[in-house]
């Protein structure tokens, strides 16, 4: 996120299909580096004080999105001689500045307020700094208020901290490696309510109309985790172990909070019990607002969440697991980001790795041990697809943005860390995270803090482990190749790692467990591979029918290990792990033509006893084609399970030969009984341009559903359909006072339809000023996809404004780029790089990979995301294919 923070996991419109917002769009192009970019620090700062507490109180003129605040802190100076306090601060006007009760002379520059000492002092010092201030922040502090389009929106006012945004809003010590006490005294419109980090003490009448809420941190806490939200909310509110766990929605909303957090005691019980550490503070709330730029974030005692996240009742039952995947992700940071912290952003992954790592954790827990192994693959998948992720090891200083390499230190670290599990044992490894967390409670850590904690306490040298996975870069690739030699009995193996041993990648140590099966069962054997070229043998009776290599994917790899159709088809028969017969619906996806292949993969597509294997089989299907492959394929839209009920309709979308199926897409449209597959047959519908389908498409667009699931994937139809017919519609959808989702939907396929047309250029053009920012992000992508120059140079003044939150200038300079050389946006997401599957991870390498589908935009953007990211988004949007 280039940079904004963090918790990254992003989302739909609310319960639509489509356009990811800023998080992702940041994670996709987070390698554009521009003056937009703010740089943050990569190595923790030398301190001058340690902050004790932040006394924070707050008002706001919120017609005028003002803020007036005054903050008192309270510190301890840590150096002789010292002459001035510094403070993070920025865009703010400072009244006053008062240090032990005396008025000081102080100064500002763009990012400081320096508060004169009247002489210097000694190290230990203790002093109260009162500082009165004012502004109207572009970061930091965000306000959402009703307008004449959209008169019903409930007034909110939240704040976003990570990275370093607090000091947009508070003039302060904004860098995770000191930690204070806070209090947080707010006034605000008596029926508004407030959340705040720690314990709410009191709300006390503050007379014209307002209340004044006092929320009390007790526990030291880095201040990019300080959090206000206030507005006009509804609330549930429900107890575990006798703490506050309260839910609080935007108003109206009040039937999304069941659906969506239903489940959250049950997780803060699972992850105290296997952490061997409770819950740490004395509350737990979650706070879904509107407009977050963030899906996510993680703030002590009182998680953000993007209102877009939350589920509609009606479509909940569609979607397999929610929003736990964001709910897991930010309760685990409670323990991992916010109780124990990292020093600096260099070692982010000590808060995201974690974060990522214990959300599959849940999802093993809860959801069982398949699906987190689906999910583990795919992330493998997620990770090699992000080539410029491979040479840079997850602890890294060479960034100019803490999120440029988010792939690294989400999705990699959550795989290292199950790798650390596997080595060390279930029993060691919590172990040794409960020693972690207890050893370093309330303080801030390095890389060197955990290798320290888990030799402590399980005696195992870690080190080569970090060595290769953490300080350094890259992953095994494998190139495997065997022979059965009859006369001895065995199976000869051998092993290369054809990584290019460079710069931060070296060979990797790793063990693996190779299964031999003959006629006779299967036999395990256990090795190490430490070298560039090894040979193993192992005993086998008679010739193999299969072998695999690190049965059951448990290493971070890519594996090109050439075996024969009938070798593929037993494996994804009879492979007893999810992930080896994932590899192998995906392996048999390259052989067109094989009609033993396609007979498996139908077979698999009906009869695989897990959901995902049956959605590998029938990608693989509409990737092969023809006749015999589409009959597999129709097999699917009899599944139980609409996630995969919904692959099966879009992977028909790619056979355009039958005449007969538009009809069949136009009924599935308008009558299967989940509307996420409804949906996906709309889709399907456009894609390939069946006759007929603008009616069933203009029809669709007429028709109420919940978060109107179905009008907006109409319309997104349209895009793909690519009828200029559609622009006269599109264009009223757009309109200012039509629902937002329905609205970016619009806009999405006005980027693909009369793109000759001048009224729709210079329509689009005028919706860079729209006030609300993700139109102005959806405008920005429709006009890159458009191409006219014409729009060019409002892209321009729209990115120089400086008006574009979380470093959506990236993103504009990206569309400008592709407006000015169509072929830039083809090299961005070259081939190699698309999600077709995840054959280059995996065993499958049947030769060059063949991309077989042009994607959308937005799947690109999906290819650059790290694998829960993109999990999340699918959830949300019900979902299920990886
Ligand atoms: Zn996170």
Redesign the pocket.
């Known amino acids: 996120m280039a940079e904004e923070p963090?918790?990254?996991?992003l989302s739909q419109r609310r319960n639509g299909w489509g356009r990811l917002t800023v998080m992702a769009l940041l994670l996709a192009f987070g390698t554009v580096a521009g003056p937009w970019a703010r740089a943050d620090e990569p190595f923790a700062r030398s301190r001058d004080y340690d902050l004790q507490n932040a006394r924070i109180e707050l008002r706001f003129d919120v017609e005028q999105r003002r803020v007036m605040g005054q903050v008192t802190h309270t510190l301890t100076t840590l150096k002789e001689g010292l002459r001035e306090l510094d403070f993070d601060s920025v865009g703010l006007t400072i009244l006053s500045a008062k240090v032990d009760g005396k008025d000081a002379h102080f100064s500002t520059d763009s990012t400081k307020l320096h508060v004169d000492l009247e002489r210097a002092g000694k190290a230990g010092e203790k002093h109260e700094v009162a500082i009165r201030y004012q502004g109207s922040p572009k970061k930091g502090l965000h306000f959402i208020l009703p307008n004449k389009s959209y008169s019903a929106q409930p007034k909110e006012i939240w704040t976003q901290g990570e990275a370093e945004e607090t000091r947009y809003y508070i003039p302060i010590y904004d860098y995770p490696n000191d930690k204070t006490t806070t209090e947080m005294i707010v006034t605000v419109p008596r029926e508004w309510v407030t959340v705040s980090n720690g314990k709410l003490e009191s709300v006390a009448e503050a007379g014209q109309g307002m209340k004044t809420w006092t929320w009390r941190q007790s526990q030291p806490i880095s201040t990019y985790l300080i959090s206000l939200v206030a507005g006009e909310f509804d609330e549930s509110k429900k107890n575990w172990h006798n703490i506050p766990v309260d839910y609080r929605v935007p108003r109206g909303e009040a039937e999304r909070i069941e659906p969506t957090f239903a489940r959250t005691p049950e997780m803060l019980s699972f992850f105290s019990e296997r952490l061997g550490v409770l819950y740490p503070w004395e509350k737990y709330d979650q706070t879904a607002v509107d407009q977050f730029t963030l899906g996510?974030?993680?703030n002590a005692s009182a998680t953000t969440l993007t209102a877009r996240s939350l589920l509609h009742p009606m479509l909940a039952h569609e979607s397999l697991e929610g929003a736990d995947g964001l709910i897991s992700?930010?309760m685990s940071?409670q323990w991992f980001?916010d109780l124990v912290t990292t020093k600096d952003w260099a070692n982010l992954w000590l808060?995201?790795g974690f974060?990522?790592f214990m959300a599959t954790l849940w999802e093993e827990h809860h959801y069982g041990a398949d699906n987190a192994a689906y999910a583990r693959w795919r992330a493998q998948g997620a990770w090699f697809r992000q080539r410029r992720l491979f040479d840079v090891p997850i602890v890294t200083h060479e960034f100019s943005n803490s999120m440029q390499y988010a792939g690294n230190i989400?999705g990699k670290a959550g795989l290292v860390l199950q790798m650390l599990r596997e080595k060390l044992g279930d029993d060691a490894f919590f172990h040794a995270l409960q020693h972690y967390l207890e050893a370093n409670r309330l303080q801030n850590v390095a890389t060197a803090d955990l290798v320290k904690a888990i030799e402590e306490s399980t005696h195992v040298d870690v080190d080569r482990f970090f060595e290769e996975w953490i300080y350094g870069g890259g992953a095994p690739r494998f190139s495997v190749s065997t022979i059965y030699d009859a006369s001895a009995k065995q199976v000869h193996m051998e092993v290369k790692q054809t990584q290019e041993v460079r710069g931060h990648v070296g060979l990797f140590e790793v063990p693996v467990e190779v299964a031999v099966t003959t006629a006779a069962g299967t036999k395990s054997f256990p090795i190490t591979l430490s070298k560039a070229e090894e040979t193993f043998s192992f005993e086998a009776e008679s010739e193999p029918l299969l072998v695999l290599f690190d049965k059951g994917d448990k290493i971070l790899k890519s594996v090109e290990f050439h075996k024969t159709p009938a070798e593929w088809i037993y494996q994804l028969q009879r492979a007893e792990d999810v992930p080896d017969r994932a590899d192998a619906a995906v392996a048999l996806g390259d052989m067109k033509g094989n009609d033993a292949a396609i007979a498996a993969l139908g077979e698999a597509a009906a009869h695989d006893h897990f959901w995902g294997v049956r959605v590998q089989a029938l990608t693989a299907l509409g990737k092969i084609g023809g006749t015999e492959a589409e009959k597999g394929v129709l097999a699917g839209l009899s599944d139980a399970e609409p996630w995969v009920r919904e692959v099966a309709v879009e992977q028909l979308g790619k056979f355009s030969a039958d005449s007969g199926l538009g009809a069949r897409l136009a009924e599935i449209a308008g009558k299967d009984n989940a509307y996420r597959v409804r949906a996906a047959a709309l889709m399907s519908l456009g894609q390939r341009k069946s006759e007929g389908a603008m009616g069933t498409l203009e029809g669709a667009a007429k028709t109420d559903s919940p978060d109107d699931v179905i009008r907006r994937a109409a319309l997104r139809a349209m895009g793909a359909l690519g009828d200029d017919k559609a622009a006269p519609q599109l264009l009223d959808w757009v309109e200012p006072g039509k629902p937002m989702r329905l609205r970016t939907a619009a806009i999405d396929s006005l980027g693909k339809v009369a793109k000759k047309d001048e009224a729709v250029e210079s329509r689009l053009i005028a919706l860079l000023n729209d006030p609300d920012f993700d139109i102005r992000l959806a405008t920005v992508y429709a006009l890159g996809e458009r191409g006219d120059p014409a729009a060019i140079e409002p892209l321009e003044t729209l990115r120089n404004s400086g008006d574009i939150p979380s470093g959506g200038g990236l993103v504009i300079e990206q569309q400008i780029a592709r407006i000015k050389n169509p072929r830039a946006g083809e090299d961005q997401a070259s081939a190699a790089e698309r999600p077709a599957n995840r054959g280059q991870a995996s065993g499958t390498q049947q030769g060059g990979e063949q991309i077989v589908q042009r994607l959308d935009k937005i799947e690109q953007n999906l290819a650059e995301m790290n694998e829960r990211l993109k999990k999340i988004e699918q959830q949300q949007a019900a979902r299920a294919t990886p």
Do not use: I
């Open positions: 963090k918790d990254r996991f996510g974030m993680e992700h930010e940071h980001g808060n995201e974060a990522t989400y």
